[in-house]
T-cell receptor, first 115, second 112 residues
């Protein structure tokens, strides 16, 4: 079955420290991959996406993610977090060419920032 | 500016009443989605529509209904059959189901 797993429900890092949020997926073929961010009480905003090509993708707000086919992973990274990065982060996958399939979201990782 | 508008932001209803949540987009997107979000549960798909006058059930469609009479609009009705309707509801759209989705700001529904 198709699925997206974000193994960490909560992560706490100090301001200025580096960050890595994990995402693993199970899919029949390499899907499109996304990371979204959600501030409390708000909708989701797209951080970055991977369709094909370079496996290291750059996004907004200084985030990047690396696609590793062998590990079925798409981990999100940031070299130095800011207090404003505190939010919930969702990894998602979407089908390539199969219009009958749906976007699938992970359950999210809530990021806490220590001053 | 193009985007998705959900209204209202907060909605209160008495138990047993039907309520309709509005979702309008001016992005000219074909696909639209409704998600329900509860703490710790991530996003769960209620209904989605890939084209006008057509829609499919998602993972938790029971107690909900939708219509897609116009490309721009995809209203969601929470019926009295929905056992636990209090939640945060998110609407999204995309130009293709395989491409990134744009989200509205959400509607928080509280049933008392």
């Amino acid at each position: 079955a198709q699925s997206v797993t974000q193994p960490d429900i909560h992560i706490t890092v100090s301001e200025g420290a580096s960050l890595e949020l994990r995402c693993n997926y199970s899919y029949g073929a390499t899907p499109y991959l996304f990371w979204y961010v959600q501030s409390p009480g708000q909708g989701l905003q797209l951080l970055l996406k991977y369709f094909s090509g370079d496996t290291l993708v750059q996004g907004i707000k200084g985030f990047e993610a690396e696609f590793k086919r062998s590990q079925s992973s798409f981990n999100l990274r940031k070299p130095s977090v800011h207090w404003s990065d505190a939010a919930e982060y969702f990894c998602a996958v979407a089908p390539v060419r199969n219009r009958d399939d749906k976007i699938i979201f992970g359950k999210g990782t809530r990021l806490h920032i220590l001053p | 500016d193009g985007g998705i508008t959900q209204s209202p932001k907060y909605l209160f209803r008495k138990e047993g009443q039907n309520v309709t949540l509005s979702c309008e987009q001016n992005l000219n997107h074909d696909a639209m989605y409704w998600y329900r979000q509860d703490p710790g549960q991530g996003l769960r798909l209620i209904y989605y529509s890939q084209i006008v006058n057509d829609f499919q059930k998602g993972d938790i469609a029971e107690g909900y209904s939708v219509s897609r009479e116009k490309k721009e609009s995809f209203p969601l009705t929470v019926t009295s059959a929905q056992k636990n309707p209090t939640a945060f509801y998110l609407c999204a759209s995309s130009s293709d189901p395989g491409l990134s989705a744009f989200f509205g700001q959400g509607t928080r529904l509280t049933v008392v």
